[in-house]
């Protein structure tokens, strides 16, 4: 079975901090790796993936994120906050037999404040 | 431009109806999904199919029901079975696994 566990379901910063939200996985089998967006009353975007290869992955509006498979972990982070990024963050993971769909974590909502 | 579209995007539902949402996308995916998000629980899997005219059950299929006759469409209804519908709903699609998922803007259920 596949988990993933989205430390703190919301995250404060100041406008041009550091944004870093934590994610944890569980899989039995190597995964693959999600980080999404969500904006109010809309779908999610997918903000960037890891598959295989570098385990330091570049993806849209400035964020990466790194999967460590020692700490079962795949954190986002962004080197300055901008106030278009408060929204909401989903990590998801893909794994075992099939990797029939994605299963979610619960959400990091972000708050940039001025 | 390629994508995928849900409607409609607001739907209100009397107690012991059944009501249809609609899911199409021209991305031309094989697979396709409905979740089910609710506030602090993230998006539950609701059903998949990852070919037409094939189907499989999520963690939360109970109440629910889905159609996959075309590659484009993949139709969700909520039945009357369904205890509390009230929620979020949104469609996606992929190629594969490797890929992620596209998914559209959602339907909000409100039961009234």
């Known amino acids: 079975a596949q988990s993933v566990t989205q430390l703190g379901s919301h995250v404060s910063v100041s406008e041009g901090a550091l944004v870093l939200l934590r994610c944890n996985y569980s899989?039995?089998?190597?995964?693959?790796l999600f980080w999404y967006v969500q904006y109010p009353n809309q779908g999610l975007q997918l903000l960037l993936k890891y598959t295989t290869g570098a385990t330091l992955v570049k993806g849209i509006n400035g964020f990466e994120a790194e999967f460590k498979k020692s700490e079962t972990s795949f954190h986002l982070t962004k080197p300055s906050a901008h106030m278009s990024d408060a929204a909401e963050y989903f990590c998801a993971v893909s794994a075992g037999a099939g990797r029939r769909a994605l299963t979610f974590g619960s959400g990091t909502r972000l708050q940039v404040q001025p | 431009d390629g994508g995928i579209t849900q409607s409609p995007k607001y739907l209100f539902r009397k107690e012991g109806q059944n009501v249809t949402l609609s899911c199409e996308q021209n991305l031309n995916h094989d697979a396709m999904y409905w979740y089910r998000q609710d506030p602090g629980q993230g998006l539950r899997l609701i059903y998949y199919?990852?070919?037409?005219?094939?189907?499989q059950k999520g963690d939360i299929a109970e109440g629910y029901s889905v159609s996959r006759e075309k590659k484009e469409s993949f139709p969700l209804t909520v039945t009357s079975a369904q205890k509390n519908p009230t929620a979020f709903y949104l469609c996606?699609?992929?190629?594969?696994?490797?890929?992620?998922?596209?998914f559209g803007s959602g339907t909000r259920l409100t039961v009234v």
């Open positions: 899989s039995s089998v190597p995964p693959y």
């Open positions: 996606a699609s992929s190629p594969g696994q490797l890929h992620g998922y596209t």
């Open positions: 199919s990852q070919i037409v005219n094939d189907f």
